[in-house]
T-cell receptor, first 119, second 115 residues
Framework: GAVVSQHPSWVICKSGTSVKIECRSL??????MFWYRQFPKQSLMLMAT?????????EQGVEKDKFLINHASLTLSTLTVTSAHPEDSSFYIC???????????????FGAGTRLSVL | AQKITQTQPGMFVQEKEAVTLDCTYD???????LFWYKQPSSGEMIFLIY??????QNATEGRYSLNFQKARKSANLVISASQLGDSAMYFC????????????FGQGTRLTINP
């Protein structure tokens, strides 16, 4: 099956610092990965689409300079929350599209998520 | 307007009973995909089942089946013989068109299985 690993699972940081979250596809190559944010008891909100070797596509209202995304290889995408503030505290979860499933299905497989707490 | 609607915020079911989780969708594109994901309290999103708009038969994966009614634009998830481990949030999602990469998620249904 398709396995996506996300690290760290939980991070606490001080206000003003930056935090990097990694998302790796372990058994397949992912040209496209996705970053979501989820508030408690709410649905997933897509933040950006990460494309290997090119700039990420951000959703409306998401600050590019605040949430830096890098997809430098076919198995790794990173999300860096820069100058984090308490309002950035949330659950961040990544997913990767498994091309082996075929373009029509476009099934996304998710990491386990990262709980970020900014003090 | 909501593109994916899950009208049941919470469902309570006795163990071993079957349960149906509702999902209706809205798209004007003839080629789309529908997905169901399970999110336990630990947070990870687990892919359950997929239905393509042109698929002739309802999708099935073990105890999960998708009741796809195209004319009604509904894609209900049916879980047979429910187990305690089925307690989780369930999200319905849609890929709106053939070339779309993004998924649109519904608000979710919290399913609780009672022993």
């Amino acid at each position: 099956g398709a396995v996506v690993s996300q690290h760290p699972s939980w991070v606490i940081c001080k206000s003003g610092t930056s935090v990097k979250i990694e998302c790796r596809s372990l058994d397949f190559q992912a040209t496209t990965m996705f970053w979501y944010r989820q508030f408690p008891k709410q649905s997933l909100m897509l933040m950006a689409t990460s494309n290997e070797g090119s700039k990420a596509t951000y959703e409306q209202g998401v600050e590019k300079d605040k949430f830096l995304i890098n997809h430098a290889s076919l198995t790794l995408s990173t999300l860096t929350v820069t100058s984090a503030h308490p309002e950035d505290s949330s659950f961040y979860i990544c997913s990767a599209r498994d091309p082996r499933q075929g373009a029509a299905k476009n099934i996304q497989y998710f990491g386990a998520g990262t709980r970020l707490s900014v003090l | 307007a909501q593109k994916i609607t899950q009208t049941q915020p919470g469902m309570f079911v006795q163990e071993k009973e079957a349960v149906t989780l509702d999902c209706t969708y809205d798209t004007s594109d003839p080629s789309y995909g529908l997905f169901w994901y399970k999110q336990p309290s630990s947070g990870e999103m687990i892919f359950l089942i997929y239905q393509g708009s042109y698929d002739q038969q309802n999708a099935t994966e073990g105890r999960y089946s998708l009741n796809f009614q195209k004319a009604r634009k509904s894609a209900n998830l049916v879980i047979s013989a429910s187990q305690l481990g089925d307690s989780a949030m369930y999200f319905c999602a849609m890929r709106e068109s053939e070339g779309a990469q993004k998924l649109v998620f519904g608000q979710g249904t919290r399913l609780t299985i009672n022993p």
